[in-house]
C-alpha cells in the first residue's frame, strides 16, 4: 500500500508566506493529516502522546537539517 495515497492531497496556499493567516491555513491544512498519522500509530500499538512527541522531533529535526543545507 502506498502510504501517501492514504492521506490524500494537502491543499496547496492561497496566501503569500507573510500574511498573517498563512499559518492558521497550513494548520487547516495539515491537522487532519496528523490525526489521521496519529490514529494510525495508535491503532498499531504506540502511545498516543509519544507518537505526537515524535512527530514534533522528527519535523524539528528535519527543519534543522534543511536549514544547514542551504547555509
Not at 496566501?15 to 499559518?23: G, Q, S
Not at 529535526?61 to 547555509?71: I, L, N
Request: charged share 30%; net charge negative; glycine share 6%.
Amino acid at each position: 500500500m502506498d502510504m501517501l495515497d492514504s492521506f490524500g492531497k494537502i491543499a496547496a496556499p492561497t496566501r503569500p508566506k507573510n500574511d498573517f493567516n498563512y499559518e492558521t491555513d497550513c494548520r487547516a491544512a495539515l491537522a487532519p493529516l496528523v490525526d489521521g498519522l496519529l490514529d494510525m500509530a495508535e491503532q498499531a500499538g504506540w502511545d498516543r502522546r509519544k507518537a505526537a512527541y515524535t512527530l514534533m522531533f522528527l519535523s524539528a529535526q528535519r527543519v534543522a537539517a534543511g536549514q544547514e543545507e542551504h547555509k
